[in-house]
Structures are given as C-alpha cells and as structure tokens.
C-alpha cells in the first residue's frame, strides 16, 4: 500500500439475491467508515441501486469501471458482471451465482496487480456458484487456490478474543474422521499459532485443542484418535514452541466457558466449532482466512434468503469484518518493518572480572 492513500478495501457482492448488499449499503451509511478506507465493491452498480431503493437506504455511491477510478470518501461500486441482472429475492438462482463469481474473479484480479489491500466477501451460496471455474465447497478453498501462493489457508471464525479454527472445513461428517491426521492437526496448530503472532499481534498465543470423539474418547472406550492422533501431533509442536492444551471435550470446555483463557480454539471440524461459536457471536461474528498471502473476511452469516429485501438484516457482522480486515493488514505492516530490520543478537563474554556486553556480527 502507498503510503499517501487510505487502505484499499474490496468487496465482493455475493449472491445478489441474498441480504450482502443490503448490509453493503447500510455499513458505509455511517460517514466515519470512510474515514478508516477505502472501499470498492465488486458488483452492479445497477442491482445495488435496486436494493438501495427497495429498502430505502441512503447510502449514496460512485460508479467506476477500474480500481484506479476510486475515490476516497465515496462508497464506488465497480462494474464486474451483467448490467442486465435479473434480482430475485430470497431464491438461488444460476444467474446469481454467476454474478457472484464474476466478482470474485475480478477482485482477485485487481489484489493480483495490487489494486486493492485487502479482501472483504459478501455470502455466496455455494450451489449456485459451482461451474467450470468453480468448483470448491466454498470461498476459503477457491481463493486459496487462486492467491494462496502454495500456502495453506485455516478458517478462523471470530469476535473480539473469542477465535475458533478449524482442522477440516467443508467435508462430509463421513469423511472427518480419516481426515484428521497428525501432519493435519500440526499443520493447522502452525498456521493457528503464526496468525495469532502475526496477524492478531499475541506474543505467546495460548491454543485450546479440541478432541474429536465425545468426552476425549474416554480412555480409548470412544474413540483413539486422541491418543493415537491428536495428542501426539500437540507434543511436537509443543516441541515447537507452539502453546496447545488439550485435548478438550467440546461440550464441557463450551459449557464452563474455558475458551475465556484461551487466545484461540482448534476444532476438528466445521459444525464442533462453529455451532457454539454461532450461538454466542452470530451477530458481530467475523470469518477470517488466515495462512494465505491476501487478508480476506467475511460476515459470519450467509445469503439469509428468508429476510433478503425486508430491510432487517443487521450490518454488525459485515462492519466487524471490515474493521477485522483493517486491524489484521495493518498488524502484517508493522511485523514486516519489525522483521525487516532485526536486532543483532546480544550475549555476555566473561573473561576476567567484569560481564561486557557483546553484539553478535554473524549473519544467520
């Protein structure tokens, strides 16, 4: 980013028949947002118009063909997709999820050549948008293939301290089970404990690991993939310097509110850490892909076809996952200063009477 302009915040329209323009609009409805970005929506400048006008929200917007045009203080609504769209509320539709990928497509473009800072993605719904150029089980797995430069990406649901990753997304409750491996489990503690220093700035992130069977397999009568998966992959990393502790049956860890202790919390699978996490943050609940390149949210909720055009979905969750997005590129920006010119290293030489302070020349 130069350091002569506000961050450049995408945004990604989702599935136009669902409620991410209503919570578009109504999030930079408060002037003060455009204090803190600048935001560029990826879309139709014609179906926003129409969602503004069937709800009546005041929000007032720029309409640009490019990234370049933006403007500062203006909400500006980029043309991505067919000016012809057809909106039909509160039902999938091929053509919606065409729109959305189209979208999609464009603002990774656009982060590719460095047009916008950071990503933020309105609800999809993962059927319609499956076609030719698309066919993950959602967002995370698509723009981890598209940007992810090799590297792999950790769902991360959150609001405030409260953090929730998960070692398997989007997989078949049949299919969790095998999934869960001890190169898995590490692999997803690593990226869970480097985005917690380098993303959320916690010097010693401290991780709740979460067991897969029901009371932590209770000694091998429900299960062994504790003592024979999970435990020993927390020992490397342990090894590692990572802070793991576990591992935990989720019901009774949720019940007594342990996570309170924790800077963040690793399930197994989706719904063991989502459904608590949704019952307690659904609201201001923030989705975060950690471990790639690119800094993506996205509202913790979805396309909420069953209030799409009533003008009552709240815009807290889309609003916290802009800030989210904000917080974390800018805690990247000063890790990277801060690692880009390390101290030399510091030692004390005692050869007579007196300690002397030396500095380590060698390069590592």
Request: net charge negative.
């Amino acid at each position: 980013m130069e350091n002569n302009r506000k961050i450049r915040v995408g945004i990604t329209h989702g599935d136009i028949n669902g409620v991410g323009y209503e919570v578009i609009l109504k999030a930079f409805s408060v002037p003060t947002m455009f204090e803190l970005c600048t935001p560029i929506v990826y879309g139709s400048p014609k179906v926003a118009a129409y969602h503004r006008k069937a709800m009546d929200i005041p929000t007032n917007f720029s309409i640009i063909n490019q990234a370049e045009e933006a403007q500062d203080g203006r909400l500006n609504v980029l043309t991505c997709t067919d000016d012809e769209l057809k909106v039909e509320l509160g039902r999938p539709s091929q053509e919606a999820g065409k729109a959305a990928l189209d979208a999609l497509e464009r603002a990774l473009a656009d982060y590719a050549h460095g047009q916008i800072d950071v990503l933020v993605t309105a609800p999809i719904n993962k059927h319609t948008i499956q076609s030719e150029g698309f066919h993950f089980p959602g967002h995370t797995e698509y723009i981890e293939e598209r940007v992810g430069d090799g590297n792999k990406s950790l769902m991360i649901l959150l609001k405030d301290d409260f953090r929730v990753a998960l070692v398997t997304g989007h997989l078949p409750v049949k299919d969790i089970a095998p999934a869960i491996t001890k190169e898995r489990v590490m692999e997803k503690l690593g990226i869970f404990h480097q985005s917690l220093k380098r993303d959320f700035n916690i010097d010693s992130p401290r991780i709740a690991v979460f067991a897969l069977n029901p009371h932590a397999g209770d000694n091998g009568l429900l299960g062994t993939e504790e003592t024979e998966v999970i435990v020993p992959a927390m020992k490397e990393m342990q090894e590692k310097g990572v802070l793991c502790f576990g591992p935990y049956p989720a019901d009774g860890f949720m019940g007594s509110r342990q996570f309170v202790h924790f800077d963040g919390i690793l399930a197994m699978y989706h719904d063991q850490g989502l459904a608590p996490f949704k019952a307690l943050a659904m609201d201001e609940g923030v989705n975060y892909t950690a471990g790639l390149p690119i800094v993506r949210t996205s509202p913790a909720h979805g396309t909420a076809y069953d209030i799409a055009g009533q003008g009552v979905a709240l815009e807290d969750s889309f609003r916290q996952a802009i800030y989210t997005a904000l917080d974390v590129y800018r805690n990247r920006v000063v890790d990277m200063e801060i690692h880009a010119r390390p101290l030399r290293k510091q030692y004390y030489e005692k050869r007579d009477d007196s300690d002397k302070l030396k500095l380590d020349t060698i390069d590592e």
